[in-house]
């Protein structure tokens, strides 16, 4: 057994290690029949395709919003192993997974077809992993979006006189447990969906610069 990745493995925290455990559980009753599309969504959450939102993976295997994460949860551990430079195997990897009590014995078989499958998009994993290393760098990074809207009523002369929805927007940032919140109404989120979409469209454009001077 690889002995400094069980060490890894095993410094992570119970929650997590349940998280993942939870995970790998669900993805085992997804096999056979979903391979396909639990691969996809391993392989856009960790490349330039774009992440997916927990409301995507409920939807697309039809399971519940906490088994979603969970599900991305254990997909963005093996999708990471490939993220960086180690060596040990598929058998080390799975190894170390059940003694460091990531993954349990009989949901093994999954670990190791996803090992198998990701493995073959390890170079293209490593490559996104290293992009976002740099464009998370210097700055705090966003971490987590999450938008609800909010009936807001007014009331006067002892009646509801208005009503609006409102909504309710909460950020959070890889600089520990530190967030924002904050309210917009729907002429100022018709505004910053516009700015995001022009953004958009200049990162677009800034990647097809670089494309043609590779």
Not at 27 to 45: C, H, K, Q, W, Y
Not at 114 to 127: D, F, M
Not at 195 to 204: D, G, K, V, Y
Request: aromatic fraction near 6%; proline fraction near 2%.
């Amino acid at each position: 057994m690889a002995e400094p990745l069980l060490k890894l493995f095993t410094s992570l925290s119970e929650a997590k290690k349940a998280q993942m455990r939870t995970g790998f559980k669900k993805l085992a009753s997804l096999f056979p029949g979903l391979e396909l599309e639990v691969v996809d969504v391993a392989v856009r959450t960790y490349t330039a395709a774009g992440d997916t939102s927990v409301s995507e993976v409920a939807s697309t295997f039809a399971v519940s919003r906490e088994d979603a994460v969970n599900v991305l949860v254990a997909l963005a551990f093996v999708a990471g192993f490939f993220s960086t430079s180690r060596t040990e195997t598929a058998q080390e990897f799975s190894e170390a997974s059940v003694a460091g009590g990531i993954v349990e014995n009989s949901d093994v078989p999954v670990l190791e077809s996803l090992h198998s499958e990701l493995g073959s998009k390890a170079v293209e994993i490593k490559s996104a992993a290293a992009d976002e290393s740099l464009s998370e760098a210097i700055l705090p990074s966003l971490t987590s979006f999450t938008a609800v809207v909010d009936l807001r009523l007014g009331i006067g002369h002892d009646k509801i006189a208005q009503k609006v929805p409102v909504l309710l927007v909460r950020l959070e940032t890889d600089i520990g447990a530190e967030y924002l919140v904050f309210q917009m109404g729907k002429a100022k989120l018709k505004s910053v969906i516009e700015q995001l979409r022009r953004a958009l469209e200049q990162m677009a454009v800034a990647e097809n610069w670089m494309k043609d001077r590779q």
